[in-house]
């Protein structure tokens, strides 16, 4: 694993098979399709930026790159996938072997370009607050205090916006400081850009322009009229401030036996009419606060009765929640308003009740928003994560806009699409493949914001195909990808960071062994994670744990070792031991399991899969657990309810939650209060260190985890339990160590998965 990881860390990428089937049948047969995740900010340790354009073969503007060949004399390069001959400009005169630019250095495989010229001047960036009002007091209290420390974090040249909703949407008039100063809109109904033009007074004693879309300054705006609404920070401060001290609950009356009033879809509607207005194809994000569900106007997600229940899991199998698919076709034209002006949409859900983020999923992950999930606005989840995203620690998100990504390969590799935050441009090219999964049939994708951990799930087609001529292909064994990601960094000027890689071809018949060495686990069960939660998403009828099974079962025939008919005979090579034990926790996870989740959980569990780099999805889908105890030093164990023992304390990370799981001795001690008493201190370590590991992984992760505490058995304790290999149950055989734990379900335990795979792969 550790070279993959190396990989990883030089230019964000990671593929599942780092030598590549050699023909379709080939990789067709290798079950996990050639695919990469690729994180394009991820952070690199002393990447190269140089202040100039970057030089562009003539043929397939693929970039110049380490690995295109060189002809000094002549001063002509070859692309890479094209084999196009480009001549050097003048500029690159004075090249030769021992005098290289940058992009020809072998390890520059990654580097960034920033020319001034192409970029013009610095945008600065635009944060449009929506702020539910339909909560009870408490809650509200608890929004304005995380709202009042936010308007203090936000950078001063960035541009900020007001929006409340309840009943009706108001847009705050930021920019009049006499007096609070709103407009108002109706909820019941979307608002156009023409409506928002003519009602806010944008061309008050100006004559309107008869014809064309009117969209910022240079289309006849005046950036007075702009700076009513959007104000830079460092102006606004006071009036913010009392703006958001002035939040109070939706003043209209509810019935006992109904829904409060909430027009969320309008609210989003205007602010983004509002930003398609003042500020097009400039970094903006609407940031959305809301605390219930939406009941009023387009996007609402259920009826105000109380009598009628917000839609589950079933309701949506049986086609019996009627306004659905009503919601999400009003969130997926906002998300193509949204992609258009380059703007993006971030959703703050607080509730214990849905909010309707399984309906918004397409506007959030289409324009690569940030999605936060708690129970409360008083929750640390939610708070902590906020404040992240306007911290200037080492740790910040580095949130950056507009976003364009293109990609080159050789010859022989198509693209199907990518899986991920992002929106395919439609840029059909000789790249594209027939088959399209995620957003597919382009080479060009949009992504309106994006940050340092955002990855991209890339699925590859292999077209080359077996005959007399692939042999006479297979005159080079090396193939290239290229990603090129034009963006507009977090400090304000635009950007273009170019990663060239270099794969090798499998040679024919003895390539098994090949494939195998050059198998990553972990990522190809990042990879089958994502294909699975997708495909739940868009076919109808699909059964995750049938396709996840037979995909386990014709991977283990193909690579593994055994003799026919024999069970006990079948052994897998190091390189694919543990992608069984992955498939095992996948198939029991919260991304393929939707008993016991609402929908909103389980959008939300999956947009966070599909946004997030290797690492963090082998943690999502096979969380760690670590062991404290006198006998020995902190130490990973298996992930089995026989690592439950009374004297010791288990950290477990599932991404989401962080446990702490004191067992039943060490509870006690705790309880009796040794651990403040003199010639303790060895125990009162042993309860401190856990919760030293346990911050350390919440200060590194967005959103931030929700961390839990609890005793064996405690009420929380089902934290743990729920993820823990069911090895001992209350009908097996095995009985549990003294003090340790038994599991009441009827789950098979990993045992008993293996036996099964095991018979079933040398049938």
Not at 46 to 53: C, F, G, I, L, N
Not at 283 to 304: H, L, N, Q, W
Not at 365 to 378: D, N, P, Q, Y
Request: proline letters at 6%.
């Amino acid at each position: 694993m550790a070279e993959f990881f190396q990989l990883e860390e030089v230019d964000g990428i990671r593929m599942p098979w780092n030598v590549i089937p050699g023909t379709r049948e080939d990789a067709f047969s290798c079950v996990v399709p050639v695919s990469a995740i690729y994180t394009p900010l991820k952070p690199i340790d002393k990447m190269t930026v140089v202040p100039y354009s970057p030089l562009r073969c003539r043929m397939c503007r693929s970039i110049l790159n380490p690995f295109s060949s060189v002809d000094y004399n002549s001063k002509i390069w070859q692309c890479t996938f094209c084999f196009q001959r480009n001549q050097f400009p003048q500029h690159y005169s004075s090249i030769s072997e021992n005098n290289l630019p940058p992009e020809l250095f072998p390890q520059y495989t990654t580097m960034e370009y920033i020319s001034a010229a192409e970029t013009g001047p610095v945008a600065p960036p635009v944060f449009m607050f929506v702020v539910d009002t339909c909560m009870i007091e408490e809650e509200i209290d608890y929004l304005k205090s995380a709202l009042a420390q936010t308007a203090e974090l936000l950078p001063d040249n960035s541009l900020v916006g007001f929006i409340t909703f309840g009943t009706y949407v108001q847009v705050h008039e930021l920019g009049f400081g006499l007096l609070p100063k709103s407009y108002v809109f109706k909820g019941t109904k979307e608002v156009s850009k023409e409506q928002i033009l003519d009602q806010m007074c944008f061309f008050s004693g100006k004559q309107k322009p008869a014809t064309g879309v009117i969209a910022g300054t240079r289309d006849g705006l005046s950036s007075e009229s702009i700076s009513r609404f959007l104000v830079p920070a460092s102006e606004c401060e006071f009036v913010l401030n009392s703006v958001i001290e002035g939040l109070q609950k939706d003043p209209w009356h509810i019935p006992a036996d109904q829904r409060a009033s909430r027009c969320t879809g309008a609210a989003l509607s205007v602010a983004a009419s509002l930003l398609g207005v003042c500020v097009p194809g400039s970094g903006a994000r609407i940031m959305a606060f809301i605390g219930g569900p939406s009941t009023e106007g387009p996007g609402s997600i259920v009826s105000k009765s109380l009598s009628e229940p917000i839609r589950s899991h079933k309701d949506l199998d049986k086609d019996s929640a009627p306004l659905y698919d009503k919601a999400v076709k009003f969130y997926d034209q906002i998300a193509k308003q949204l992609v258009h002006q380059g703007h993006v949409l971030d959703l703050f859900a607080c509730a214990v009740d849905q909010v309707g983020v399984a309906e918004m999923k397409v506007a959030i992950e289409k324009t690569g928003g940030i999605v936060v999930l708690a129970e409360s606005f008083g929750h640390s989840v939610f708070k902590d994560s906020l404040l992240r995203i306007f911290q200037s620690a080492d740790n910040n998100l580095g949130l950056s806009f507009n976003g364009i990504l293109e990609i080159n390969c050789s010859k022989d590799v198509k693209i199907q699409g990518i899986i991920g935050p992002c929106t395919s441009l439609e840029k059909k090219s000789p790249l594209s493949a027939d088959t399209v999964i995620g957003q597919g049939n382009t080479s060009a994708w949009k992504m309106c914001g994006l940050d340092k951990k955002t990855s991209l799930c890339f699925v590859y087609d292999i077209s080359r195909k077996v005959g007399p001529d692939s042999v006479a292909q297979q005159t080079s064994n090396q193939l290239y990808f290229q990603y090129v990601t034009y963006y507009q960094h977090h400090e304000g000027q635009m950007r273009l960071r170019v990663t060239t890689i270099s794969r090798q071809w499998s040679s024919g018949s003895a390539s098994v062994q090949e494939l195998v060495d050059g198998f990553d686990q972990e990522t190809a069960a990042a990879v089958v994670a994502r294909l699975v939660s997708f495909k739940m998403e868009t076919e109808a009828d699909f059964d995750p744990i049938r396709w996840l099974d037979r995909a386990l079962i014709r991977l283990c025939t193909k690579f593994g070792d055994y003799q026919k008919e024999t069970p006990s005979s079948f052994s897998l090579s190091p390189r694919l031991s543990i992608f069984p034990q992955f498939m095992f926790n996948l198939r029991r996870s919260q991304f393929v399991q939707v008993f016991n989740n609402s929908p909103d959980e389980t959008a939300y569990f999956r947009m966070m899969l599909e946004r997030e780099n290797v690492g963090n999805t082998v943690a999502m889908i096979q969380p760690s657990l670590i062991s404290y105890s006198f006998q020995s030093e902190p130490m990973p164990v298996l992930l089995d309810v026989t690592a439950i023992a009374p004297d010791k304390i288990l950290l477990l990370d599932s991404y989401f939650t962080v446990v702490i799981f004191h067992g039943m001795t060490i509870a006690q001690w705790r309880n009796a209060g040794y651990q403040d008493q003199e010639g303790h201190e060895v125990f009162a370590k042993l309860l401190k260190d856990p919760h030293v590991e346990a911050d350390t992984i919440i200060k590194e992760r967005f959103p931030v985890p929700r961390l839990v505490v609890c005793d064996q058995h405690g009420s929380q304790a089902r934290f743990l339990l729920a993820k823990l290999n069911p090895s001992v149950t209350y009908n097996s055989d095995n009985a549990a160590a003294s003090g340790g734990d038994v599991i009441f379900t009827d789950d098979v335990s990993f045992d008993v998965f293996m036996d099964h795979l095991q018979r079933l792969s040398v049938q």
